[in-house]
């Protein structure tokens, strides 16, 4: 009798037990089934994806991979200081959770004050008297500056050089280089007639694009073909309602078509205006001015370190022959700027600031004819070594 009540209630504990195992799949199922539908209908800047795990890491310092590298050999940790070889856990915590870095002030008052958060750029390279006092920006134009009617003014342009004799070395026709101005209106106050406030130094026809197609022509005397985009973004982001922050995302569209039509373009060029005055957007170069260029670089781009090695031999041309041309290259990325800049469409796309509001055409013409001069050596080098590069098997 006790060996039949024995089994009956092995039967009930298997079958209760079975039941919750069935139960707990069901459960798992509905879970799984859950989050799969969360994560597909999410919108794809929500998802998760190479980039936005590229975002989360860069919250962590170098020190912090040695800390973790060091778990599992504890020779990493002897590059360390004597003070920061015990890891405190409750800073990056704190960190990961409000992205305040309790080390850096600058991550909690870049909130709170207007305008303190420029200075999260970091200076790659300096040039000449560059420092965090007076690194580049681009500040966003009231939307009634943008609709604003402009008259331009006329100036008195130098006259061209005689032409020069043909390259020795050419593309033969093709257009290696797409030249493109994401914030297209940016102008320059010596080309606005009874403008003098820098806020208002914007037009939809004299504006950045002139200097583009300026570069585009110097570097066509220099054998190398350039195409040249003068679309007006702007004015696509008025029509569709968006903010000027989107600039990026509209130009990018025609970015992507453009290399999609134009299949032999190696090189992106964005080219941009700086904000800043007079005093740190100029130099005077063998008795003549010119208006100083940036390189900017997206510190959230997953071809980052390609094209910083770009900018940053451009930079070292221009300080050999041009010394004090370059202003430097900046690292921009977080809360208020873009950070990538359509550089993770390509390794060799690069954002230029030529000059800022006070700089004249001359002086820009100047420039873009050096910037093309340091371009073409760097251009003819890279197609030299790549020819001599042996090609890899398949």
Do not use: C
């Amino acid at each position: 009798m006790k060996s039949i009540r024995s089994r009956q209630m092995i039967v009930t504990v298997n079958g209760t037990s079975l039941k919750k195992m069935i139960l707990l799949l069901l459960f798992i199922f509905m879970v799984t089934l859950t989050m799969v539908a969360m994560m597909t209908s999410l919108k794809p800047e929500y998802r998760i994806s190479s980039s936005s795990i590229h975002h989360v890491t860069n919250h962590f310092s170098t020190e912090s991979l040695v800390h973790l590298l060091a778990f599992e050999n504890h020779y990493f940790k002897q590059i360390l200081p004597e003070d920061r070889k015990t890891l405190k856990y409750s800073n990056y915590f704190f960190e990961m959770l409000t992205s305040i870095n309790p080390n850096d002030p600058r991550s909690l008052l870049g909130r709170e004050l207007p305008g303190f958060s420029l200075y999260d750029s970091e200076i790659i390279l300096a040039g000449e008297g560059t420092n965090y006092t007076n690194i580049p920006y681009e500040s966003s134009p009231p939307l009634e500056v943008l609709l604003a009617e402009r008259e331009a003014a006329i100036e008195n342009l130098e006259e061209e050089e005689a032409p020069s004799a043909p390259p020795s070395l050419t593309t033969n026709g093709k257009k290696v280089v797409y030249i493109y101005h994401t914030h297209t209106q940016e102008s320059y106050l010596p080309a606005l007639k009874s403008v003098t406030n820098p806020n208002f130094a914007h037009h939809p026809t004299m504006n950045v694009t002139k200097v583009g197609k300026k570069l585009a022509e110097e570097l066509e005397k220099r054998g190398i073909g350039a195409v040249v985009d003068t679309t007006d973004f702007i004015s696509k982001l008025l029509k569709n309602k968006m903010e000027y922050y989107q600039a990026y995302d509209v130009s990018r569209n025609a970015v992507v078509q453009a290399m999609a039509t134009h299949r032999d373009v190696k090189y992106l060029i964005d080219i941009h205006r700086d904000s800043r005055r007079r005093n740190a957007t100029t130099v005077t170069i063998n008795g003549v001015d010119y208006a100083r260029v940036s390189f900017i670089i997206g510190g959230e781009n997953a071809k980052y370190q390609k094209n910083l090695q770009v900018v940053t031999e451009l930079h070292q041309l221009l300080e050999k022959k041009y010394p004090g041309l370059s202003r430097g290259t900046f690292e921009k990325k977080g809360v208020g700027t873009n950070g990538k800049f359509n550089q993770d469409l390509s390794e060799n796309a690069i954002l230029i600031e030529f000059g800022g509001v006070d700089n004249n055409f001359n002086e820009l013409y100047r420039t873009a004819a050096a910037v093309a001069d340091v371009f073409s050596e760097y251009y003819w080098q890279a197609e030299k070594v790549n020819a001599n590069t042996p090609a890899q098997k398949q």
